[in-house]
């Protein structure tokens, strides 16, 4: 089966990462794309950057129906677009942050997150209530570090993230920890030996249960919110929903 994995931000050597980390969390006979949209902000930090994100997400998840790709994720932290995507996708669709909540939520009675700069947690706590996992959430931290700055090797931006995740298992009785950024994805499984605790990273998270979702033929219901976008006259956006039954590939 093939994964579309999308980056909705047009930084490449993100991707990259993310192109790896989702590679290595695959399990054999699955080929993982990972692409960044041509349109949109170099990182994705609050309300109006992941607005702006959403046109050239859409574009790469239509190209990904045409292709008929047994699955999507959504490489960004705030599940950008999640809906919009689900609405013209028939295959199953998955943000790597309600991914990460899930699978936290099985591992462990309560966890934190920690993500990025302060303007990126409501967003992270409105997907929370909207997921109906608000109550196995202790506490959505942030380290104060900017997206970009996690494409440096050497900068504070790990001691930060380490700072809030000693913090949390302090102050909230975090019993997991899920990175609040995609950019955060190859620090999960020594974060988690160090502070002896599950990280969850909702990369891996999301293509494990996208490949979940493919092979038992799980697609996204037609019906009501997610039901197939009506034809339209739309301005100046080139986007338009695949027609037909869209069976996945193999
Ligand atoms: C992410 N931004 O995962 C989010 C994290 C954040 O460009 N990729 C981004 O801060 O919301």
Do not use: W
């Amino acid at each position: 089966m093939e994964i579309l994995v999308v980056n909705p931000n047009t930084t490449a050597s993100m991707t990259a990462r993310i192109g790896a980390a989702a590679a290595a969390a695959a399990s054999p006979g699955t080929r993982i794309t990972a692409l960044q949209p041509a349109i949109g902000p170099a990182s994705i930090e609050g309300f109006y950057d992941e607005a702006l994100a959403v046109p050239g997400l859409l574009e790469e998840i239509a190209k990904g129906e045409a292709r008929r790709v047994a699955g999507h994720v959504i490489a960004c932290f705030d599940d950008t677009g999640l809906e919009a995507a689900r609405a013209l996708a028939r295959a199953p669709v998955v943000g790597i942050g309600e991914a990460a909540f899930h699978l936290a939520s099985l591992v462990a009675g309560r966890f934190s997150v920690v993500t990025t700069l302060g303007r990126a947690v409501p967003a992270i706590e409105q997907n929370l209530v909207k997921y109906g996992l608000a109550a196995r959430c202790a506490r959505v931290r942030a380290a104060e570090v900017p997206v970009l700055a996690l494409e440096e090797e050497d900068g504070p931006a790990r001691e930060r993230i380490e700072a809030e995740i000693e913090a949390a298992v302090r102050d909230d009785r975090a019993e997991a920890i899920v990175l609040g950024c995609a950019g955060m994805v190859d620090l999960a499984a020594e974060l988690s030996r160090r502070h002896a605790l599950p990280v969850i990273d909702g990369v891996a998270a999301a293509v494990a249960l996208v490949e979940c979702l493919a092979r038992l033929g799980l697609r996204t219901s037609k019906r009501g919110g997610y039901a197939e976008p009506l034809p339209k006259a739309i301005v100046g956006f080139p986007v338009r929903p695949p027609r037909g039954d869209g069976e996945a590939r193999a």
